[in-house]
C-alpha cells in the first residue's frame, strides 16, 4: 500500500517555491518537505489550524509521507496529531484513516502556519534574513508576568 502525499493549498504554492532554496531566490530551505514542517509547527505553536481548500497539484506537487519519514520528520507529525486529538491512538500504524486523519491535521496546520508566514514575509526581500528575525524575536520574548515589576530575576 502506497503511503499517503502530503499536499499544500494552491494558494500558498508560491510562496511555499519562494521559501526553497534554489539559483536566484533567497529561500532558506532545501527541500519542500522542511519547508512544510517549519509551517506546520508554526501552525502547531499558534494554534493555527486551516483546512486546505484547493490543492496544489503542480509545484510543489504533493509529497509523498516517504520524504518527511526519511527527513527524519515522522515525529512531527505524530506530535502534532497527539497535542491536536489528545488520544495517543492516532499513532497507530495499522488502520489507514487514522494515518489519514495524522495526515490532514498535519496539512492543516501547515497551512495555518503558511499563512501566518505570508503576512509576517510580506514586503521582504530576503527570505532568509526575515525567517531569522522572527525565530530571534521568539527565542528572546519575554514571559508575561502578573506583577509589575519583579525584581526576582536580577538576584
Given at each position: ?28 530551505f532545501q527541500?519542500?518537505?522542511?519547508v512544510i ?30 520524504v518527511f ?87
Open positions: 500500500m502506497a503511503l499517503p502525499r502530503i499536499k499544500v493549498a494552491k494558494d500558498k504554492a508560491e510562496l511555499v517555491q519562494k521559501l526553497l532554496e534554489t539559483k536566484g531566490t533567497t529561500g532558506a527541500t519542500y518537505a522542511d514542517v517549519f509551517a506546520a509547527s508554526l501552525g502547531a505553536k499558534y494554534q493555527k489550524r486551516v483546512p486546505l481548500k484547493e490543492v496544489s497539484h503542480s509545484e510543489p506537487a504533493p509529497v509523498s509521507l516517504e519519514i526519511s527527513r527524519g520528520y515522522e515525529w512531527v507529525i505524530k506530535l502534532i496529531a497527539v497535542t491536536e486529538t489528545q488520544d495517543i491512538k492516532i499513532l497507530s500504524t495499522e488502520d489507514p484513516k487514522i494515518e489519514e486523519e495524522r495526515v490532514q491535521i498535519f496539512e492543516e496546520y501547515a497551512n495555518g502556519g503558511l499563512a501566518r508566514l505570508r503576512d509576517e514575509l510580506r514586503g521582504a526581500v530576503d527570505y532568509t534574513e526575515r525567517l531569522l528575525l522572527i525565530l530571534s524575536s521568539e527565542r528572546f520574548k519575554e514571559e508575561e508576568t502578573d506583577e509589575e515589576f519583579d525584581l526576582s530575576r536580577f538576584l
